[in-house]
């Protein structure tokens, strides 16, 4: 299990950039670089909307709710790379067991 690391823009916000770690064990966090801001949140809080051009990633941490806007093809990037990581660890599990 590898634990994958991206660099995205945010959308409307010019030069706020967030770094997403996407851990296998069911984990997403995200830091936006420029505000000192982190946000994490499990699998199955995880939602993406679509609005226009970008996409809102929203997620809740313990029971306080985040969002961050990506471009499309970057929140389409991320839903593909969190499916892949829960694959990896259900694949995991089940050789385990």
């Given at each position: 299990?590898?634990?994958?690391?991206?660099?995205?823009?945010?959308?409307?916000?010019?030069?706020?950039?967030?770094?997403?770690?996407i851990?296998?064990?069911?984990?997403?966090?995200?830091?936006?670089?420029?505000?000192?801001?982190?946000?994490?949140?499990?699998?199955?809080?995880?939602?993406?909307?679509?609005?226009?051009?970008?996409t809102?990633?929203?997620?809740?941490?313990?029971?306080?709710?985040?969002?961050?806007?990506?471009?499309?093809?970057?929140?389409?990037?991320?839903?593909?790379?969190?499916?892949?990581?829960?694959?990896?660890?259900?694949?995991l599990?089940?050789?385990?067991?």
């Amino acid at each position: 299990m590898i634990t994958v690391h991206r660099e995205y823009s945010l959308q409307n916000c010019l030069g706020l950039h967030a770094n997403v770690e996407i851990n296998p064990i069911g984990k997403l966090d995200v830091n936006i670089v420029e505000l000192d801001e982190h946000h994490s949140t499990d699998f199955c809080d995880l939602s993406f909307e679509s609005h226009g051009g970008a996409t809102c990633v929203c997620g809740k941490e313990g029971t306080a709710p985040w969002q961050v806007n990506l471009a499309r093809k970057d929140a389409l990037e991320l839903s593909h790379l969190v499916d892949e990581a829960n694959e990896e660890y259900e694949t995991l599990m089940s050789d385990l067991m």
